[in-house]
């Protein structure tokens, strides 16, 4: 199937459960079309957008210095809400992981991990995964659909909301603690959640210019990260309209391995994804592809492994990040040693690439790396059928559901 079959197949809903159209999602251009379609002059789009983007409104009631005849007509036609919390979990080491409903029913997972330095949002781009990576907890799920451009916005909002980052009646936003927030907490955003970015680029490419935009969400796009498992022809196109950062899910340093536990491979083999990788365009040795390594016990993590690594990466600025496998219940692969992946790491390093090891985070509530998901199917599994509904969203400071 073709990228573009592909969209069209799997693709979003345009109207919520109750037939409106979502406002979160269209560019300015698109939002003076609507509503000037309305007869709403060109200022009241830019006042809309700003309340949207910029003050973090979940209903057009907030909009006080929109006529409030205007505001009635808006919400009969139109929604700016965000998907309903399922649940929310924090993990031990500060992780969240919000398991989250769009009005159609459909599930997906967004993990926020904390650091000292920054706060990165890793959002999901589909409803399960077309892919079929045999260490990837989300390749088990089959693709249900694509996320639209709202709802993939939509989880940077919802995390803001719960991070208390949008100002209220002052321009410092205020924290959980009732105290004005210093610092932004979330600063950047991997596309490293449920699905493949690349095989809904459209809707991907829309939501990041978004939220790359300073007069909308403000997200730097040095700070936004899509990783792909190599869907070779939109590696270019991704570079170029959006510039990101760019991670490549390698996890292995030759086709027939690569092939056994990615099946990708075979339709896009090493020789045209590193090809792809080379011709990325803005790679320098100041800004580098970040390779992604899973690290397989007696699989992938041999000293001849990371000999062949080093090897077919000649010549592209890189960091490989090496990753512990984060294994789920039968799963069929086991985490390498420590011991390995340090010597695993050291042949890289000697070679002249930063290899770090990505501390693993989340992993006590399946919110780690490869993990998303699981605890939606547990939860669907287990849920009594009267609790099958969609929840409404709680309020802000009552959704705390963590485990």
């Not at 936003?173 to 210093?182: E, F, N, S, V």
């Not at 991704?238 to 339709?267: T, Y």
Request: net charge neutral.
């Amino acid at each position: 199937m073709s990228i573009n079959a592909h969209g069209s197949a799997f693709s979003a809903p345009k109207t919520d459960a109750t037939g409106r159209t979502p406002l979160i999602g269209l560019s300015l251009e698109e939002l003076e079309q609507t509503l000037g379609q309305l007869g709403f002059p060109k200022f009241r789009s830019k006042q809309i957008w700003h309340w949207i983007y910029q003050r973090g409104a979940a209903d057009f009631e907030a909009m006080n210095n929109v006529p409030k005849e205007i505001r009635a007509r808006l919400a009969e036609t139109f929604s700016i809400n965000r998907p309903a919390i399922v649940s929310e979990q924090k993990s031990t080491d500060g992780t969240v992981k919000w398991l989250l409903r769009m009005t159609d029913g459909q599930e997906v997972e967004t993990v926020f991990i904390p650091e000292e330095t920054r706060g990165t949002l890793c959002i999901s781009s589909q409803v399960g995964c077309t892919l079929t990576c045999r260490f990837c907890h989300t390749g088990t799920q089959p693709l249900v659909r694509n996320l639209g451009v709202h709802e993939i916005v939509q989880q940077v909002m919802l995390a803001r909301d719960r991070l208390y980052e949008w100002p209220s009646s002052s321009p410092t936003p205020i924290g959980a603690d009732g105290q004005p927030k210093q610092l932004r907490e979330l600063t950047n955003i991997v596309l490293m959640g449920m699905g493949e970015p690349l095989y809904n680029y459209q809707n991907i490419a829309k939501a990041m210019k978004i939220c790359m935009d300073g007069d909308g969400l403000s997200v730097s796009k040095r700070r936004i990260t899509l990783s792909t498992s190599g869907v070779v022809p939109m590696i270019e196109k991704c570079g170029a309209e959006l510039g990101v950062n760019l991670a490549i899910s390698l996890h292995a340093p030759d086709n027939e391995l690569r092939s056994q536990i990615m099946p990708i491979n075979n339709k896009y083999p090493l020789e045209d994804l590193l090809e792809a990788c080379r011709n990325y365009p803005g790679l320098t040795n100041a800004r580098r592809i970040t390779f992604e390594y899973v690290m397989l016990k007696d699989v992938n993590d041999t000293d001849e492994h990371a000999h062949k690594l080093v090897e077919i990466l000649e010549g592209i600025p890189a960091k490989i990040n090496l990753i512990p496998f984060n294994p789920w219940p039968d799963a069929p692969y086991e985490r390498s040693s420590n011991n390995r992946i340090h010597r695993f790491g050291e042949i890289l390093l000697e070679a002249g690439y930063a290899s770090p090891i990505r501390k693993t985070r989340g992993e006590d509530i399946l919110a780690a790396c490869g993990q998303l998901k699981s605890e939606s199917l547990r939860l669907r599994k287990s849920a009594p059928k009267e609790d099958a509904t969609a929840p409404e969203a709680l309020p802000q400071k009552e959704q705390n559901t963590a485990a």
